[in-house]
């Protein structure tokens, strides 16, 4: 099997600023790949926080992670800030795809990319549901 790739999306709509913790590096001394993880997902709660939205409340439905992939670019270190651009895309009947790109602020080197497939989800009734329309509207993507 060959290694995965990210291709990104032409544009992003949405980016925050995040600082690599001593608690995201590893034992190699740099970004740890669980901790891109947790910096995906602190970008993706200020995304949907940015259109009032939580992933526990989505026009009435929370959201849950179907896959996850990450491509490594470069080194992160402790102390770096990271710009990380999170756009949505490929819509589907029961959910999207997020895009994330993280930037080192200080050298303009991309650190790493990943993308996540979101599901929505209705926790009451614990099933499934389709993608709501006012999220369709919402966010504002060319990709939505």
Do not use: W
Not at 6 to 15: E, G, H, N, R, S
Not at 116 to 135: C, Q, S, W
């Amino acid at each position: 099997m060959g290694r995965i790739r990210i291709q990104l999306p032409k544009k992003f709509t949405f980016y925050t600023d995040v600082g690599i913790r001593i608690s995201d590096i590893n034992y190699g001394n740099h970004l740890g790949n669980d901790a891109v993880l947790r910096l995906i997902h602190e970008a993706r709660v200020r995304f949907l926080r940015q259109y009032g939205f939580s992933e526990m409340d989505i026009c009435g439905l929370g959201l849950m992670i179907a896959d996850a992939a990450v491509v490594y670019k470069s080194q992160g270190y402790y102390g770096d800030q990271l710009r990380i651009e999170v756009t949505t895309a490929e819509p589907g009947r029961y959910g999207c795809d997020l895009y994330y790109r993280l930037t080192n602020n200080t050298t303009g080197k991309e650190v790493a990319r990943a993308k996540t497939h979101i599901v929505f989800f209705d926790y009451i009734g614990n099933k499934m549901a389709r993608l709501p329309e006012d999220f369709r509207r919402t966010i504002p993507s060319e990709n939505l």
